[in-house]
């Protein structure tokens, strides 16, 4: 009963008319994101992050850093040898 | 990590749950079912990226943390993540708001202003906030 339930819903879901709204709208959809103007959306959008990222890793791989930020009496004893 | 973090609260809070702030709308407003569902590709992306973000910033964390000349605390770390977040809207809204005008943070008004302000205010404050504890 409960298969023949579910079966029922899976025919009323797929035979909705939002489900057919998306096979007909995808096409558009696909249309719109990968036109022309794909690399320069993407370039732009990701902006700001890329320069985020690229500057967390010049400040991490800058070696003046710890020396311009980090205070002195806070810092760590060096780690035992053998646990390394 | 911070800006990271940061990055997901955006994407999370104001492009799901609130629906604002959806990357393509200066150009595509989400105004029916296609240009919204090119704005939630967008928008993919944009956490796509946030997440690369995220993890890179988790691998810098574990190699500070095998450097001896590094505070290991919870005060370094909070701080870390406030002036991550603060930058990330400081930048983003700087790049993408006022200087692209790809999007803005509320598109379902004339004026724009005062959400877009809103936001780099509190990247601001977030960024004060760092400065104000000490660094």
């Keep these: 009963m409960s298969k023949l339930f579910s079966l029922l819903l899976v025919a009323l879901l797929t035979g909705a008319h939002t489900a057919g709204a998306c096979t007909v709208c ?13 690399a320069a ?3 732009l959008m990701l902006l700001p992050v890329l320069l985020l990222i690229g500057g967390g890793l010049l ?26 | 990590m911070g800006a990271g973090m940061g990055g997901f609260v955006d994407g999370i ?38 997440w690369i973000m995220t993890a890179l910033g988790l691998r810098l964390l574990w190699g500070a943390g095998a450097q ?10 909070f701080g870390g993540l406030l002036i991550g977040w603060g930058l990330f809207n400081v930048v983003e809204g700087t790049i993408d ?6 999007h803005h943070v509320y598109e379902y008004t004339g004026n724009h202003l005062p959400a877009d302000l809103a936001f780099l205010g509190f990247g601001v404050l977030l960024l004060g906030l760092f400065v104000a504890a000490g660094g």
């Design chain 2, 13 to 50: 809070l104001l492009h799901q749950i609130l629906q604002w702030h959806n990357m393509l709308s200066g150009k595509m407003p989400p105004n029916n079912l296609v240009d919204a569902k090119v704005n939630m590709y967008w928008d993919g992306i944009f956490h796509a990226a946030v």
């Design chain 1, 41 to 43: 959306n993407a370039l």
């Design chain 2, 68 to 77: 001896t000349d590094v505070p290991w605390s919870g005060r370094t770390f």
């Design chain 1, 26 to 38: 995808r096409p558009k959809v696909q249309a719109a994101i990968h036109n022309q103007h794909y």
């Design chain 1, 59 to 84: 400040l991490y791989f800058s070696s003046s850093f710890p020396s311009l930020y980090w205070k002195p009496t806070l810092l760590r004893p060096a780690a035992p040898t053998a646990l390394r």
């Design chain 2, 97 to 102: 708001h006022e200087i692209l005008s790809l």
